[in-house]
């Protein structure tokens, strides 16, 4: 993602309005590693701007993404995240914390995939689900998981 500064020139060239919270929005974005969702977003920036609306959150998210500035994921875990590393890179997803994480897989590109007869592949997004290491400390000697409605993984049984 480009700088705010860099940003708010973006958006009046494309006739978007900068306003006090768009510029916010995306100092808070800058370099966000977290995968932040809109309620994220829409808490963190109420913090520092009382007022803000979550319909100006919402309708900034979907101007970047449009922008091609900031990337949206549904991880089937939650509500959708965003994700200002527009670059080539891959995700991993706590299924404890829900927790997301930029990975990069050497050689992702050259994968020899089998059944795209005749289809053509514009990117591709590799997500894997695990444990994070701070979910991971937290299991106890049972095996039961820290979330209670996520199975154990050596019974396969709820805690």
Same mark, same amino acid.
């Given at each position: 993602?480009?700088?705010?500064?860099?940003?708010?020139?973006?958006?009046?060239?494309?006739?978007?309005?900068?306003?006090?919270?768009?510029?916010?929005?995306?100092?808070?974005?800058?370099?966000?590693?977290?995968?932040?969702? *809109?309620?994220? +977003?829409?808490? #963190?920036?109420? !913090?520092?701007?009382?007022?803000?609306?979550?319909?100006? %959150?919402?309708?900034? @998210?979907?101007?970047?993404?449009?922008?091609?500035?900031?990337?949206?994921?549904?991880?089937?875990?939650?509500?959708?995240?965003?994700?200002?590393?527009?670059?080539?890179?891959?995700?991993?997803?706590?299924?404890?914390?829900?927790?997301?994480?930029?990975?990069?897989?050497?050689? *992702?590109?050259? +994968?020899?995939? #089998?059944?795209? !007869?005749?289809?053509?592949?514009?990117?591709?997004?590799? %997500?894997?689900?695990? @444990?994070?290491?701070?979910?991971?400390?937290?299991?106890?000697?049972?095996?039961?998981?820290?979330?209670?409605?996520?199975?154990?993984?050596?019974?396969?049984?709820?805690?």
């Amino acid at each position: 993602m480009r700088s705010p500064a860099e940003l708010s020139s973006a958006f009046r060239e494309s006739g978007l309005k900068v306003t006090p919270q768009r510029q916010l929005l995306f100092r808070l974005l800058h370099d966000n590693a977290t995968h932040p969702t *809109a309620d994220a +977003l829409f808490a #963190a920036a109420s !913090e520092q701007m009382p007022g803000i609306s979550l319909r100006t %959150v919402y309708q900034t @998210l979907t101007d970047l993404t449009s922008m091609g500035e900031l990337q949206s994921f549904d991880f089937g875990n939650g509500p959708a995240r965003f994700d200002p590393n527009v670059g080539s890179h891959h995700h991993v997803v706590c299924r404890s914390c829900n927790d997301v994480a930029d990975v990069y897989v050497a050689g *992702a590109s050259d +994968l020899d995939v #089998a059944g795209l !007869e005749g289809f053509t592949i514009d990117r591709s997004d590799i %997500v894997f689900h695990g @444990l994070c290491a701070r979910c991971s400390t937290t299991q106890d000697v049972t095996g039961s998981h820290p979330n209670s409605n996520i199975p154990s993984p050596t019974t396969g049984a709820m805690s």
